[in-house]
């Protein structure tokens, strides 16, 4: 019997030797991917023993954790919800986070790499752990004209500091209330989650940065940008003024926005067809420069570049591997092109900067409990697109556009604005994008701007760019300019 | 210590008889000394685990330490000295090992009160000491009544009667009840009670004695097939109905723990007194092909292996009674790590049934590896304890006996940890001494009496080296 005992005992030991094996297996080895497993609760209860660092604008708190008595000990709040909703996302229990309360999490909840000495002090000393607050480039006046001018259209807006690529203004609309996403009951965040998904217009995207659409004329900019510089045509070069443009090998054919030719004559200069926003011209343009010249200054100014602003930023295409047909298309921004609104500003706020484009950016300064600084602002160059020569040249031609071409209403007295406007086309019968881009004053440039009003603005295919977007821009442009 | 011949040489005195005097006053105290000094030690640090859950989940200590120790330290006191008179000899490790499991347990349990804010006598930390108290003092009954276990082995076939009520009785309509789909409980007035765990010991009792009346049958004849000596047919009887009933209860009362952990033992058992490995592939054999069938027929238990095998699967993960439970239970085991997050800072409640069946998450998240690595080791050693009985012990029964009650421990050990750990598939059993339940305490308090019975009787073979 002694030896069928033996045996029985080396069973009990393999026994509890798995059980070795197995807690290690889950406790040591798969612990940390188990922790980041989006349906581990305890991750997120974790994350709320800490106080959130704030979100400031202009040194008042955007989002901020104020102490509660439940079992979270933080709650969330937002103090002008819709208005920031684009720029500080949301922050949930059970639906993750978006936005700056995402991109920046490793410094507002503490566990950046540069807080964890700090973390492990606050650790050891039972001090509640404390992340790290984010100053943000925004101006709150800027914001708040951006908003209200947006109104109740569907769309964005996103103002530049060229000289820096600080972004000054974002917004969003539809837009929703944060605050709404950080009570904390798991379920009643589901809700309202799940119905901020289903309604229309999208209010938990981000527009200004992570929805493309055809930029139709704003994309001549571009086109005229490579006509000028990358295949060296004076501004006065001459295309032939047609009313209609077949595409080459379709039967299909491309037509100006009035239907007519562009303006008088027989030909027509690089300089009219930008200033009036002809398709024609720009289209034939295309086509003689080919889609290397389109295509080099399309990379130049940041299409199919990865950006994060620090949130990740959709990435703006200019096609390649075109026929004439879509090639000339692609010139006047149709076709495959299409942009985020934050893409669009940044080809105005190249223009303005005499060519030099800045890396845009969100994050002004992020600063410890303790005050250190742990990461500041500092202007960096995304690259050199234009000569300071065809940078002056396009903004001669956008000013032409405000003051006697298609971009008229967004004049502002007393100030020389440059602007460029877009009525892009999505399917057949489709509400069109109504767009517009400038930048003011156009001789020493303190703000670059993009809108664009999606759904056209409520009108179908009736309303332009001119109409609807490029009063927007203004009242944007003048909030910066009166300050 | 005291010199043994100072009790004899006093003159006034009337010695007692040598040979009893020796072994009552030397040894044995020592023994009883060690234990009162590891109990003294267990009981403070089962104090100072309510005080740190205290600490931990609370932010202060109160009087609920005298509450929740005082009950339990009692009543261990009691048990220890009641083992100084009727059972002296008796092992001195058996009774702090499982004070302390039992003290941890009530310790997390109460932690899992705080958290679902149950006070009073919704406390289940409150029923749990109640439970202790009751399970201990009947352990000591049965220390005090049972004086030599071979008394069992004359009631084989009343034990195997006993065994077969009790699994019987969740069966009846009014007192038996469904709880998770088990139907494993019975229930009166306000009392439930999980029958099937203290059947175990009965069929443990059940099993020695038959055995080791019929072992020369079971494993002297038989036909040898691949080196391996297989039973006659007609011998099969007894594992087939011991196979039999396992599947009833897979079927009947849906509890695949409870079958796995019977028909181990039995087979164990079996093993033990025959010494043929034949009856180990028969068994395993025949368990495997029941478990397969039964997972394709049977729905609960197809679940229970989709759950185990594919448990992150989002859809098996939502659904009703699919893998939430034991996802949840790796994610607390996760958040423990290493050295825990400490006693009363983690989160085990999140996780469903976190002070029955799943109190080794519990513990592993508060406690961290480091914590279970103790745990699992106390048990081992309890276990080990028990094994020895059955090296050492010179009657059959009695060391078929021991091994048939270790093993009971170390594989319902294994199929609670292991489930919770997807060694295997989950499967609804209390971890020994730790899980809150009146039924699992009273069944491992009694196995702790009979351990020490029968470690007393071991010891007083005096010419016997342990």
Redesign the interface.
């Known amino acids: 019997m002694t030896r069928e005992l033996k045996r029985v005992s080396i069973v009990v030991f393999l026994m509890f030797l798995t059980l070795l094996v197995s807690t290690t297996t889950i406790q040591f080895f798969q612990a940390d991917n188990l922790s980041t497993d989006a349906r581990n609760a305890r991750t997120v209860y974790a994350s709320y023993d800490t106080e959130r660092g704030p979100i400031l604008v202009d040194g008042q708190p955007i989002a901020m954790s104020v102490a509660t008595n439940d079992e979270f000990k933080y709650q969330r709040t937002y103090p002008q919800g819709p208005l920031y909703s684009a720029v500080t996302g949301y922050y949930t229990l059970g639906q993750g986070s978006s936005q700056i309360e995402q991109s920046m999490n490793d410094y507002l909840s503490g566990t950046s790499d540069s807080q964890f000495l700090e973390y492990l002090n606050r650790l050891v000393t039972g001090q509640n752990p404390q992340g790290a607050s984010v100053e943000l480039t925004i101006d709150p006046v800027v914001q708040q004209a951006a908003y209200d001018a947006l109104g109740s259209y569907q769309g964005a807006v996103v103002a530049i500091e060229p000289s820096t690529g600080r972004i000054l203004a974002m917004v969003s609309k539809p837009d929703y209330d944060p605050n709404t996403l950080a009570v904390h009951d798991s379920q009643q965040v589901l809700d309202t989650y799940d119905s901020l998904l289903a309604a229309s217009g999208d209010p938990l995207i981000n527009k200004t940065i992570n929805d493309l659409n055809p930029p139709g004329s704003t994309f001549k900019i571009v086109t005229t940008s490579a006509a000028l510089q990358n295949a060296n045509l004076p501004v006065d070069h001459t295309e032939p003024n047609l009313s209609r443009f077949p595409l080459p090998g379709s039967d299909q054919t491309v037509s100006n926005a009035g239907g007519g030719t562009c303006g008088g004559g027989d030909t027509v200069t690089i300089a009219t067809a930008f200033i009036l926003s002809c398709n024609i011209p720009m289209a034939e343009l295309g086509v003689e420069m080919g889609e290397g010249s389109l295509g080099d200054m399309a990379k130049a100014f940041g299409f199919g570049s990865e950006l994060s602003v620090p949130m990740d930023v959709s990435t703006s295409v200019y096609p390649r591997g075109l026929d004439d047909a879509q090639l000339a298309l692609s010139a006047f921004g149709q076709g495959s092109d299409v942009a985020t609104p934050l893409q669009i500003a940044m080809l105005s706020s190249a223009v303005a900067n005499g060519g030099k484009l800045m890396t845009p950016t969100l994050i002004d300064e992020v600063r410890a409990p303790d005050l250190s600084v742990l990461e500041s602002f500092e202007a960096k160059e995304f690259g050199t697109p234009l000569t300071s020569v065809t940078a002056s040249t396009l903004s001669g031609l956008m000013v032409d556009a405000v003051d006697n071409g298609a971009a008229t209403n967004a004049r502002i007295d007393g100030v020389s604005v440059a602007g460029k406007t877009g009525t892009a086309e999505n399917g057949e019968g489709d509400p069109y994008t109504l767009w517009f881009t400038g930048f003011a004053p156009a001789d020493n440039p303190r703000v670059a701007v993009a809108v664009v009003v999606e759904d056209g603005g409520g009108l179908g295919q009736s309303g332009t760019g001119n109409q609807v977007a490029a009063p927007i821009a203004q009242r944007v442009l003048e909030a910066v300019l009166s300050k | 210590m005291t010199n043994p011949t100072a009790s004899v040489a006093t003159p006034d005195q009337p010695a007692p008889t040598p040979g009893r005097g020796i072994r009552r006053i030397r040894v044995p105290q020592k023994l009883r000394n060690v234990e009162l000094f590891l109990v003294i030690f267990v009981c403070a640090v089962n104090a100072l685990a309510v005080v740190l859950v205290q600490f931990g989940a609370l932010g202060y200590a109160d009087g609920t330490v005298v509450t929740l120790g005082a009950g339990l330290s009692i009543l261990v006191f009691g048990m220890h000295i009641a083992l100084r008179f009727v059972a002296t000899n008796a092992d001195p490790f058996i009774l702090p090992i499982a004070a302390l499991l039992n003290g941890i347990g009530i310790a997390m349990i109460y932690r899992i009160d705080i958290a679902e804010n149950l006070t009073g006598w919704e406390s289940t930390a409150v029923r749990q000491v109640v439970w202790s108290g009751i399970a201990i003092a009947l352990a000591i009954v049965v220390v005090v009544v049972i004086r030599n276990h071979r008394v069992l082995q004359r009631y084989t076939y009343l034990a195997m009667l006993i065994a077969a009520i009790l699994l019987l009785l969740p069966m009846l309509p009014v007192i038996g009840q469904e709880i998770y789909g088990a139907r494993v409980w019975i229930h009166v007035g306000a009392f439930s009670f999980q029958p099937g765990e203290v059947a175990k010991i009965a069929l443990a009792v059940f099993f020695a004695g038959y055995l080791v009346s019929r072992r020369d049958s079971l494993s002297m004849v038989g036909t040898k097939v691949l080196g391996m000596r297989f039973p006659r047919a007609r011998d099969l009887g007894p594992i087939l109905l011991l196979w039999a009933m396992s599947m009833a209860i897979i079927i009947f009362q849906r509890d695949l723990g409870t079958a796995l952990l019977y028909f181990g033992l039995f087979v164990?058992m079996i093993?033990?007194?025959t010494?043929r490995a034949s009856w180990v592939v028969l068994g395993v054999g025949l368990f495997l092909a029941g478990a397969v069938i039964a997972g394709q027929v049977l729905v609960y238990v197809n679940d229970r292996f989709t759950n185990w095998l594919d448990a992150?699967n989002p859809e098996i993960?939502d659904a009703t009674g699919g893998s939430y439970q034991l996802?949840q239970g790796?994610?607390?085991?996760?958040?423990?790590?290493?050295i825990g997050t400490g006693l009363g800072e983690?989160?085990p409640d999140?996780t469903p049934l976190a002070q029955s069946d799943y109190i080794i998450a519990s513990l592993?998240e508060e406690l961290?590896?480091a914590g279970?690595?103790a745990i699992?080791a106390l048990?081992?050693l309890f276990?080990?304890r028990g094994?020895r009985i059955?090296?050492a012990g010179q009657d059959?029964f009695g060391?078929l006996l021991g091994?048939g009650l270790?093993?009971t421990v170390?594989?319902q050990?294994?199929i609670v940890?292991?489930g919770v750990?997807?060694?295997i598939p989950l499967t609804g059993l209390t971890t020994p001494f730790l899980a809150a339940g009146g039924s699992s305490l009273v069944a491992n308090w009694i196995i702790v009496a009979l351990l020490l019975r029968l470690s007393d009787t071991v010891r007083n073979q005096p010419r016997l080296v342990i």
């Open positions: 164990v093993y033990v007194a010494g992150f993960y996802v790796l994610f607390g085991l996760a958040n423990g790590g290493l983690g989160r999140i592993g961290g590896l279970l690595f699992l048990y081992l276990i080990s094994l059955s090296f059959d060391r091994v270790s093993f170390a594989l050990c294994f940890i292991g750990t997807r060694v």
